[in-house]
């Protein structure tokens, strides 16, 4: 296809991603360089109800507002977020490192930065749901395929449940239901024979419940792909194979596996990357003392009562960008030359 | 696709009904019992005594005489306005999946038929701007459309969900048509067609199943959006979902939890129709498919 | 209890039907636009103010959650979006930060005849907010638990943990305490509250520098994980609504929950019958032999932007005053403890009304307080849970907080 072809197809798409994604992401790349100004602290006098009058400290506002005015993106800091205590902390693994503590110790001091304690969770989930998820997803598409026709329709709704219901009431219910009080809570109880299990006191038990809600929320994003794809393998390739005498497992294997495969690799990056910014499920189960992500860092930072803080949101999004990027890394190469390349 | 490749036999028949039924029970229970529960008053589906009371309605009975009552349905639509809501995410909805899906097919097509390096590179930056967090990107908006005086208003969001949906559909329609034969859209050209027309007479026919898929998926961007909507809508604009996490608990203060269940649960029912649907036309997507390839 | 509550919504619902004429607010025209919080009684005070929109006067609101994200912008922009933000405490720090809001001083002159002095929040003289309504967390106790063991009411923490102890060994309920201290906002208020009670100070005076490190913040933190000794295994996952829904399933006996949240712990349509019948507000405890309340003082009023015209201001400020006029009170006396004029405070606003008497202190309004309580809110949680001493939380708070007001140009 000649350029020009290319570009009037592609260009809507495009302008539409520049000015809406690409300018923001330059922009917040850049504010994570800066910091606020030097706020100009003076004492005032606070009166408020029932509490009475205080002499406490106020930003002056007008006086600040004109440095700002003069300097609207901030003050110019460099690397100085990514490298402070609530990003990569340099300075504190500087110290940890150099400390000789033995690996287990060393390990745990990190552990202790908030940064890193986000990140090995956060990897963790990714690592663990995306695949488990696909494979379910995969098994859910074959299974689905082979129901009566007439049943088709009512079975793909019910598997796409645990998608579509909006996670603010999925998981308040599901986080209800595993409750000591709820069905499942007390079902589990009843099994495993111990009225006091809970499993949301112990880290381990948080965090393979997130793990679990996880794979059953995105096992049927995988399901639906899989199973429009598995509508476009061509069945006389299926029927040829079979003359040739190829097992059932064989088949699958040859023939409808290396078919999904542009899919198969859409679905991990798509799966990998939403479950590398996980979110809701922390919020939702009210996990963040067992188990935080990056996303939820932003979340903090954003959600600030009275100072967003910009500058840190807007940092550890671009370490959330770099972390997906290097994730995806052998994902992309293994796929660049046949993919990117194939004329 | 009665044909013999698809015939098993009896013990994987038995095997895979029985998955798909254990699966069924798993993704499909917890929707089942709020439905039921939606029936019910909060004191009983979210029991801090037994979970046995959303089963028998202990105290639904003790406050309304009855076993079952539909006071949740009514605080959410008549009480609270869910209709208003539920109109706005239509619109929303609809318009996201429209522009995204015309966006994407054309800007999918042009990347599954070029052969040049720079369509790797887009690809690879549409992905780049899918992994940032979308609560940043939405909080760098708000300045700027406050200024500009679009803040609050449905187009606005439309556009925005259509462009933070992009990337998605780009990449997804871009696997779909890569499967499609070339020979297809070049006999086309051969026979004197345009590239457009060609596209739209020779390959569309055939996209079906993957156009219909990635609707699907853009319809339920739109649909079940929280982080975009929650933030650029002025409270008439406001889609179902923000309105739904109104309904429910905040700091210091109680919420309507059962306006929240009879809300989702009544936003799920539409749904339906619409899975039915997406079913259907994938299937008859292969019979085009299949005839023509 | 029961019949006043009773008597007093009832004499609400009458009140209620025979005001439904449209009001006259005496603006002539204008704009008013509110954007606030969305909870009940923010809803009863904007829906006054509705009443007074009219051919000449445009109405318009925006209730969210999302308010504290919105408001810095929205009132940014020239003109603002919304004319009217309803602020807390906390939410009015960035406003005034930015310089985005006025003094309110000459329509309090001219349109607050209804205001009593004690609603007007001074920075240097100058009103800049309008409070109408209060809230703090305060004691919720089962009386007839505490009957049962034998113990009075508890005054102090040292009293609450005391009573705990005897609750559990004589068998009266299994996990007798509960607390908000769900990692995040919750947890960081649960601190605020119990170093307000020692009597500590969060900053050196006149600058961001962080002072909680000394013995009223270890003595802080040493009575919030004794209290969890106490507290049901998932203690960690309970914000303040969470432990509204365990009071009021009757599996504790003692907590200390919001204000706001009193009305529905009492609430018979979820609520057990014993716990409707048998509970009882105090304010809350003192703790280590001080005298203030362990729990911060909140309120919530409004406040208008300076990026609008004039009139529009006069108008907004005309129509706040109709949405908190003594009557909106008078109405909703269970809604919110409101600092309206001529409010009889209810049943369920004693245990705000007593934390305020015995002198607790307001949530601190200085620029930084926000950060801090951020830092808290990720900070404690190991300690809370008890992998973590003491010394490491507090350093970790620290530095995490350094780095956040670095950044927000609070600290060098």
Known sequence: ?343 | MSTIANRRPLSLAITSTAFVLVWLALAAFPYIWTVWGSFKVEADFFSRETWQNALFGIKTIQQTGEPFTGSGYYGAWIESQFWRSVINTAIVATCVTTISLTLGTLGGYALSRTAYRYKFWILIIALVFRAMPDITLVSGYLLPFFQLNIWGYLPTAIIVLVALNQPFTLWMLYSFFVNIPKELDESALVDGCSRFQAFRLAVMPVMWPGVITTGLFSFLLGYNDFAVTSMLLTQENQTMIPKISSFLFKIQAEGHVMYAVAAVVSATAPLFVLIMFFQRQLVAGLTAGAVKG | MKFTLKAMLLLGTIALTSTAALADCGIASGSVRILSNDFEALKIVAAAAEECASATVKFSKNQTSEHKNLQVPALTSNPAEYTIAMVANNSVVPLLSGGLIRPLDDLVAKYGKDLEPNQLIKIDGKTMAIAFMANSQHLFYRKDLLDKAGIAPPKSYEDVLAAAKTLQEKGVIKYPLGAADKAGWDLAAEFVNMYLGYGGEFFEPGSAKLAINNEKGKATLATMLALTKFMSPDYLTYGADELNKDFQGGKIAISNNWGSLAGAAVDAKVATADVVANTMFAGAPTVGGGTTPAAALWWDGFSIAKNISDEDAAASFQAMMHGIAPDVAAKNPSAATWLIKGYKPGPTAVGVIQTAAGGAKPYPMVPYMGLLHTALSTGLADYIKGSQDADKAMAGVEAAYNAAAKEGGFLK
Request: neutral net charge; contains cysteine.
């Open chain 1, 1 to 343: 296809m000649p350029h020009r072809t290319f570009l009037a197809f592609i260009l809507p798409s495009i302008v539409a991603m520049l000015l809406f994604i690409a300018t923001p992401i330059m922009s917040i790349a850049v504010q994570s360089l800066y910091i606020e100004h030097d706020k100009i602290l003076v004492m005032s006098e606070t009166c408020q109800p029932l509490g009475g009058c205080v002499k406490e400290t106020r930003v002056d506002a007008e006086a600040t507002a004109k440095i700002r005015h003069d300097h609207p993106l901030g003050k110019f800091n460099g690397f100085g977020i990514y490298t402070d205590h609530n990003h990569l902390a340099f300075a504190d693994i500087g110290k940890i490192v150099t400390s000789n503590l033995g690996f287990n110790e060393t390990a745990a001091r990190i552990y202790d930065l908030p940064f890193y304690r986000a990140l090995v969770f956060t990897l963790t989930y990714a690592l663990t749901v995306t695949p488990l998820a696909m494979c379910l997803g995969f098994v859910i598409a074959l299974a689905v395929n082979a129901v009566p026709k007439l049943l088709k329709g009512p079975v793909i709704f019910f598997s796409l449940l645990p998608m579509v219901v909006t996670p603010l009431i999925g998981s308040l219910v599901v986080y209800w239901m595993i409750n000591a009080d709820g069905i499942l809570g007390a079902a589990i109880q009843l099994i495993t024979h111990n009225p006091d299990l809970s499993l949301k006191a112990s880290p381990t038990m948080t965090w393979v419940t997130l793990i679990c809600y996880g794979i059953w929320t995105n096992a049927p994003f995988s399901f639906v792909v899989f199973y429009s794809g598995l509508q476009t393998v061509p069945s006389d390739t299926l029927e040829s194979a079979m003359i040739d005498g190829a097992s059932r497992l064989q088949r699958v294997r040859f023939v409808v596996i290396p078919t999904l495969l542009p899919l198969a690799v859409f679905v991990t990056l798509v799966q990998l990357m939403d479950n590398f910014r996980v979110l809701e499920p922390i919020i939702g189960f009210n996990a963040a003392a067992n188990a935080t992500s990056l996303s939820y860092s932003i979340f903090i930072a954003l959600n600030n009562q009275s100072a967003q803080l910009f500058s840190s949101a807007a940092a550890t999004s671009v370490l959330t960008i770099a972390g997906v990027l290097i994730l995806m890394t052998p994902v992309l190469m293994k796929t660049a030359r046949e993919f990117g390349f194939r004329t």
